[in-house]
């Protein structure tokens, strides 16, 4: 008998973890995918709010920008990103991509572990993932913040942050001030955001009280 309720705890707890492993992937899973931030945001358009959360940005700052200036301060930071501008996930296989649509790279991941530490990811829970893919090289784990929903009265935006890397030594990535290297995550946004989603996160990125230590 004991053994019988051994074997029943047993199975009871392997179905959790494996109920806890789907859950996490399916965080991700959203039919329209994922595009970088910076990518979205600089869509043509919404030449408007940019002018006007300049000057709000400018003027917490002691400068004169303009909405053009802004729009490139952005998009020079962008290019410091780590590179997928188009994430789509189908199950447990992650399709990484450019923006132009050049592939970068699409394998079956499983969850390894999520890290909690208060110092990296700006204190977020970061979760791990890893394909046992050879070719996967640099794409080999993927480390991702759970999508963070920013909403108004009226309108909202989910956006989250991932870093990729070969080493399982991942945690590295978060010490890039003790290396005097830096490492920054791609930041994405669901593909299907809508123009208000877009002009609401400008107006959150830039016009949001800047807070000076």
């Not at 700006?122 to 784990?141: H, I, P």
């Not at 993927?142 to 945690?171: C, G, I, W």
């Not at 590295?172 to 989603?197: H, S, V, W």
Request: net charge negative; proline share 2%; hydrophobic share 40%.
């Amino acid at each position: 008998m004991k053994k019988i309720i051994s074997i029943v705890i047993a199975l009871i707890m392997l179905l959790g973890c494996a109920c806890a492993e789907n859950m996490t992937a399916e965080l991700w899973q959203h039919e329209a995918g994922w595009i970088s931030f910076a990518v979205a945001l600089a869509k043509d358009g919404m030449e408007d709010v940019w002018e006007k959360s300049a000057k709000v940005f400018g003027e917490n700052l002691g400068l004169n920008l303009t909405g053009p200036q802004l729009k490139m301060m952005m998009m020079q930071g962008y290019a410091l990103e780590n590179g997928v501008d188009d994430l789509s996930i189908e199950g447990n296989r992650f399709t990484g991509k450019t923006k132009d649509g050049a592939e970068l790279f699409s394998h079956g991941y499983s969850w390894v572990e999520t890290l909690e530490e208060a110092d990296i990811m700006g204190g977020k829970k970061v979760y791990v993932f890893k394909t046992e893919e050879a070719d996967a090289k640099e794409y080999t784990y993927l480390l991702m913040t759970e999508p963070l929903r920013t909403e108004s009265e009226n309108t909202a935006y989910v956006t989250f942050n991932m870093f990729h890397t070969q080493k399982d030594a991942y945690r590295e990535l978060f010490n890039a001030q003790k290396t005097g290297t830096a490492a920054m995550p791609c930041a994405m946004i669901e593909k299907d955001t809508g123009r208000d989603g877009l002009e609401y996160a400008i107006v959150q990125l830039y016009t949001s009280p800047i807070a000076l230590k």
